[in-house]
């Protein structure tokens, strides 16, 4: 990619984005605000995929911000957020598009002589994020401007895609490759903008496994929660980015042996292969006993740690 082709969306990644080794707080709509800390790993792997041009697959344990990267970097980087959390029925047609048949049936019926397939075709996510401020139907400058902020470019979530059935990520990474949408109603082809660069992240909780030929076409990022110390010092270092001087928020020393006790507790849970505690059970608890004064902590962490460490189901002995 030569010097004068790069957009203002490339300079960045390439130069700016290093001072991702700070923490950054979203302010995207909808979302938590909660701030999200970028190691070394995580910066090399978003950078990897926009240049080489492919979807960042986020994949591994919940609760190590692999759905907060997303809303987090396009606060930082200043793109247009894009957002489409997956479940068991969601097909390619509920990314791209809808056509409203109701609505249309219903002004057929009425005073309404224009009922044209045109103007009941809403768009999905993915038209947002690839063809953003393109319609279908002719209207007043008025009607159709962008009402927007000036973004830099534009980021896809697609959030928990291991929930759908197979077909769908790989008819997703036809369109994304393509970076094309074809309305079939009314037989136009949307194509990305030239001045809309296009950052995608796709997670997954590993639930099912994704296909080969979805992966081939990935970059893909692998976080998880470490054993031992190691494990202890990444607890230490979320809770850090959730609460600052968290030494002085909380009685002395609950917060280490909380995180060493839930990486234990994770070890014995792994060995059993039953659920495993992790980030959000920490952060849970640090909630509650951010309620109290610090001397009440460590008493209230007795009552309430088996609430949220001990999910598994106990079953009687027979």
């Given at each position: 990619?030569?010097?004068?082709?790069?957009?203002?969306?490339?300079?960045?990644?390439?130069?700016?984005?290093?001072?991702?080794?700070?923490?950054?707080?979203?302010?995207?709509?909808?979302?938590?605000?909660?701030?999200?800390?970028?190691?070394?790993?995580?910066?090399?792997?978003?950078?990897?995929?926009?240049?080489?041009?492919?979807?960042?697959?986020?994949?591994?344990?919940?609760?190590?911000?692999?759905?907060?990267?997303?809303?987090?970097?396009?606060?930082?980087?200043?793109?247009?957020?894009?957002?489409?959390?997956?479940?068991?029925?969601?097909?390619?047609?509920?990314?791209?598009?809808?056509?409203?048949?109701?609505?249309?049936?219903?002004?057929?019926?009425?005073?309404?002589d224009d009922i044209?397939?045109?103007?009941?075709?809403?768009?999905?996510?993915?038209?947002?994020?690839?063809?953003?401020?393109?319609?279908?139907?002719?209207?007043?400058?008025?009607?159709?401007?962008?009402?927007?902020?000036?973004?830099?470019?534009?980021?896809?979530?697609?959030?928990?895609?291991?929930?759908?059935?197979?077909?769908?990520?790989?008819?997703?990474?036809?369109?994304?490759?393509?970076?094309?949408?074809?309305?079939?109603?009314?037989?136009?082809?949307?194509?990305?903008?030239?001045?809309?660069?296009?950052?995608?992240?796709?997670?997954?909780?590993?639930?099912?496994?994704?296909?080969?030929?979805?992966l081939r076409r990935?970059?893909?990022?692998?976080?998880?929660?470490?054993?031992?110390?190691?494990?202890?010092?990444?607890?230490?270092?979320?809770?850090?980015?959730?609460?600052?001087?968290?030494?002085?928020?909380?009685?002395?020393?609950?917060?280490?042996?909380?995180?060493?006790?839930?990486?234990?507790?994770?070890?014995?849970?792994?060995?059993?292969?039953?659920?495993?505690?992790?980030?959000?059970?920490?952060?849970?608890?640090?909630?509650v006993l951010d309620?109290?004064?610090?001397?009440?902590?460590?008493?209230?962490?007795?009552?309430?740690?088996?609430?949220?460490?001990?999910?598994?189901?106990?079953?009687?002995?027979?």
């Amino acid at each position: 990619m030569g010097v004068q082709s790069m957009s203002k969306l490339d300079r960045k990644i390439l130069a700016q984005i290093k001072s991702f080794g700070q923490p950054i707080r979203d302010d995207i709509k909808g979302w938590s605000g909660v701030t999200h800390f970028f190691d070394t790993k995580q910066v090399a792997a978003i950078q990897a995929a926009y240049f080489a041009n492919r979807p960042l697959l986020v994949r591994g344990d919940p609760g190590l911000g692999k759905s907060q990267m997303a809303p987090a970097i396009a606060s930082w980087l200043n793109l247009h957020f894009n957002y489409a959390s997956i479940h068991a029925n969601t097909e390619i047609e509920d990314l791209l598009y809808k056509v409203d048949h109701i609505k249309r049936f219903s002004h057929g019926h009425g005073n309404h002589d224009d009922i044209n397939i045109r103007h009941f075709i809403e768009p999905g996510v993915v038209w947002q994020a690839i063809a953003p401020d393109t319609h279908l139907q002719e209207c007043d400058s008025k009607e159709c401007a962008d009402t927007t902020e000036e973004r830099d470019g534009s980021m896809l979530l697609i959030d928990e895609i291991d929930k759908a059935d197979a077909s769908l990520p790989n008819a997703l990474l036809e369109v994304l490759n393509n970076k094309t949408i074809s309305v079939t109603p009314v037989g136009q082809t949307l194509e990305q903008k030239s001045d809309n660069p296009l950052l995608v992240v796709i997670t997954s909780n590993d639930e099912k496994a994704l296909p080969d030929a979805f992966l081939r076409r990935c970059a893909i990022l692998d976080l998880s929660l470490e054993q031992g110390e190691e494990g202890v010092n990444q607890l230490l270092n979320i809770v850090g980015v959730h609460y600052v001087d968290y030494e002085k928020k909380f009685a002395q020393g609950i917060v280490q042996r909380l995180a060493e006790q839930l990486i234990k507790l994770r070890g014995l849970c792994g060995e059993k292969n039953e659920y495993l505690p992790g980030t959000s059970e920490l952060l849970d608890i640090l909630r509650v006993l951010d309620r109290y004064n610090h001397h009440e902590q460590p008493e209230q962490l007795k009552i309430i740690e088996s609430f949220f460490l001990q999910k598994q189901r106990q079953r009687p002995h027979v």
